[in-house]
């Protein structure tokens, strides 16, 4: 009966073929909404996880070496503005030799010396120094490691002080390690606010996709009832079992489903790198952000 279903299936003229054709085009289409929804929440969740660091405070739990306040870290976090471009600022002393060090640098810099993102490195040489580059006295000896953060055009800074200088200073925090889980969603602080709220978004937005796709298989089963009952009826008076009739049934739904599911992998696929530079959060994403776990692809 598998054979026979695949034969009616594939074998039936124009019209079982436009049927099977539309079944999985709106299949296609579901299953790459889905996977991209799917990849969005994941990349939001990478987002967050490497701007972590920033959220560092008083509160943050120390490190489990750190014994004793020559583990600790004189940690001062804030923004500064350029344009309309928001640079996160960390100001940090150690205040001992065994000092935690934030992701992203090798090393913690010293008085007069500081780190700078890949994109506020190149914001920092495109612009005159009376504009950007006054404003951080010192030299450069160094780029922010990509697993520090958010996104690729992210402007972030870590300036280097003296212990005895930056612990005098307003506001500054004295911790013993640096935050590696997200406390708020750094990603999208500066469009809805918080990590559960975009993520609210992002799962509406993808039933509001989804839902059309759902009434457009419901209506091509619609469409194709009444001759496909017609098919079902003449196999049933040639001597067709309820079950036999119920397998060829199967059969035509499983090759449409199994055709959609593959085109909407290659839609998803094909479109992905397109999808990187798409602002969701805010900020783009950097590679490697939209990926799919395992899960994620047996659901779809």
Same mark, same amino acid.
């Given at each position: 009966?598998? +054979?026979?279903?695949?034969?009616?299936?594939?074998?039936?003229?124009?019209?079982?073929?436009? +049927?099977?054709?539309?079944? !999985?085009?709106?299949?296609?289409?579901?299953?790459?909404?889905?996977?991209?929804?799917?990849?969005? =929440?994941?990349?939001?969740?990478?987002?967050?996880? @490497?701007?972590?660091?920033?959220?560092?405070?008083?509160?943050?739990?120390?490190?489990?070496?750190?014994?004793?306040?020559?583990?600790?870290?004189?940690?001062?976090?804030?923004?500064?503005?350029?344009?309309?471009?928001?640079?996160?600022? $960390?100001?940090?002393?150690?205040?001992? /030799?065994?000092?935690?060090?934030?992701? &992203?640098?090798?090393?913690?810099?010293?008085?007069?010396?500081?780190?700078?993102?890949?994109?506020?490195?190149?914001?920092?040489?495109?612009?005159?120094?009376?504009?950007?580059?006054?404003?951080?006295?010192?030299?450069?000896?160094?780029?922010?490691?990509? !697993?520090?953060?958010?996104?690729?055009?992210? *402007?972030?800074?870590?300036?280097?002080?003296?212990?005895?200088?930056?612990?005098?200073?307003?506001?500054?925090?004295?911790?013993?390690?640096?935050?590696?889980? /997200? !406390?708020?969603?750094?990603?999208?602080?500066?469009?809805?606010?918080? &990590?559960?709220?975009?993520?609210?978004?992002?799962?509406?937005?993808?039933?509001?996709?989804? *839902?059309?796709?759902?009434?457009?298989?419901?209506?091509?089963?619609?469409?194709?009832?009444?001759?496909?009952?017609? @098919? =079902?009826?003449?196999?049933?008076?040639?001597?067709?079992?309820?079950?036999?009739?119920?397998?060829?049934?199967? $059969?035509?739904?499983?090759?449409?489903?199994?055709? &959609?599911?593959? $085109?909407?992998?290659?839609? =998803?696929? $094909?479109?992905? /790198?397109?999808?990187?530079?798409?602002?969701?959060?805010?900020?783009?994403?950097?590679?490697?952000?939209?990926?799919?776990?395992?899960?994620?692809?047996? *659901?779809?």
């Amino acid at each position: 009966m598998i +054979r026979l279903g695949l034969r009616l299936t594939l074998g039936s003229g124009r019209e079982a073929a436009l +049927r099977v054709l539309v079944t !999985a085009a709106a299949v296609a289409l579901g299953v790459g909404l889905l996977l991209a929804s799917l990849a969005g =929440f994941n990349g939001l969740h990478a987002q967050t996880d @490497r701007g972590a660091w920033l959220d560092t405070s008083a509160q943050t739990s120390p490190s489990p070496s750190s014994t004793s306040t020559s583990d600790r870290l004189w940690w001062l976090s804030g923004t500064d503005q350029f344009g309309n471009r928001a640079i996160d600022q $960390v100001d940090l002393a150690a205040a001992g /030799p065994k000092a935690p060090v934030p992701p &992203g640098i090798p090393h913690l810099p010293g008085p007069g010396e500081y780190y700078a993102s890949p994109a506020l490195t190149t914001l920092l040489t495109s612009v005159p120094a009376n504009e950007l580059r006054d404003r951080y006295p010192g030299h450069q000896i160094g780029t922010i490691g990509a !697993a520090a953060l958010p996104s690729p055009n992210s *402007l972030i800074i870590v300036i280097g002080h003296t212990a005895r200088q930056l612990s005098q200073a307003p506001g500054v925090v004295e911790v013993g390690g640096i935050q590696r889980t /997200p !406390a708020s969603c750094y990603a999208c602080q500066n469009t809805v606010g918080s &990590g559960p709220v975009l993520q609210f978004i992002l799962a509406g937005g993808a039933v509001a996709l989804v *839902l059309p796709v759902l009434i457009l298989i419901a209506t091509a089963s619609r469409l194709s009832a009444a001759r496909r009952e017609e @098919r =079902f009826a003449a196999m049933r008076l040639v001597g067709a079992t309820p079950r036999q009739v119920s397998v060829v049934s199967a $059969v035509e739904a499983a090759v449409a489903g199994a055709a &959609g599911v593959a $085109v909407g992998f290659a839609l =998803f696929f $094909v479109f992905r /790198p397109l999808l990187y530079h798409v602002p969701f959060t805010g900020a783009p994403f950097a590679e490697g952000d939209l990926s799919l776990h395992w899960i994620a692809i047996m *659901l779809s």
